[in-house]
T-cell receptor, first 113, second 112 residues
Framework: GAGVSQSPSNKVTEKGKDVELRCDPI?????LYWYRQSLGQGLEFLIY????????KSGLPSDRFSAERTGGSVSTLTIQRTQQEDSAVYLC???????????FGNGTRLTVT | QKEVEQDPGPLSVPEGAIVSLNCTYS??????FMWYRQYSRKGPELLMY????GNKEDGRFTAKVDKSSKYISLFIRDSQPSDSATYLC????????????FGKGTLLTVNP
């Protein structure tokens, strides 16, 4: 079946612009995660959605970052007023039950110029 | 001290070699351990998933967990050039703690 799908695969934007990154999880997966991967920094947790529960936003680095998940499926990560330090690969992952492994998409490579 | 430590390498080996990749961690609550493989410009792909201590084997890959030493390993037998990638260890406590904590990854190159 289809894996986790992310779009766009690459995004170049100017400093100060807003960007939206999209994630389509694996069908039936109730848990959805966003991670950020910067060069030499590893994967950094951003936000977690589980079913209809309130999301865990504890990893969002600033109030310029927000995310939503509509209908328990597709998720959008929005970065407002982008800064150069936001340049990274943004990875989405989903899982189907508690304590099961995460399945990742190929990410969106964001470059802020 | 970081929660998860992983030697970033790079590690370069000849084809057919046995590769050993390792991570250490500080949080004794971690119970679920994973190894992911990540090719360039791709997302991490799950290789091995283990719970608590012990060994797990899948083809050429063996994962070992030693909770008493807070140490996990991934062994690759008969390494192939197609194994060239970054290997990430990841772990979490389980239950209400669902956030994976990752190592920074080890870059492996298998030379033909």
């Amino acid at each position: 079946g289809a894996g986790v799908s992310q779009s766009p695969s690459n995004k170049v934007t100017e400093k100060g612009k807003d960007v939206e990154l999209r994630c389509d999880p694996i069908s039936g997966h109730t848990a959805l995660y966003w991670y950020r991967q910067s060069l030499g920094q590893g994967l950094e947790f951003l936000i977690y959605f589980q079913g209809n529960s309130a999301p865990d936003k504890s990893g969002l680095p600033s109030d310029r970052f927000s995310a939503e998940r509509t209908g328990g499926s597709v998720s959008t990560l929005t970065i407002q007023r982008t800064q150069q330090e936001d340049s990274a690969v943004y990875l989405c992952a989903s899982s189907n039950i508690l304590n099961s492994p995460l399945h990742f998409g190929n990410g969106t490579r964001l470059t802020v110029t | 001290q970081k929660e998860v430590e992983q030697d970033p390498g790079p590690l370069s080996v000849p084809e057919g070699a046995i590769v050993s990749l390792n991570c250490t961690y500080s949080n004794s609550a971690f119970q679920y351990f994973m190894w992911y493989r990540q090719y360039s410009r791709k997302g991490p792909e799950l290789l091995m998933y283990t719970y608590s201590s012990g060994n797990k084997e899948d083809g050429r890959f063996t994962a070992k967990v030693d909770k008493s030493s807070k140490y996990i390993s991934l062994f690759i037998r008969d390494s192939q050039p197609s194994d060239s990638a970054t290997y990430l260890c990841a772990m979490y406590s389980g239950g209400s703690n669902y956030k994976l904590t990752f190592g920074k990854g080890t870059l492996l190159t298998v030379n033909p």
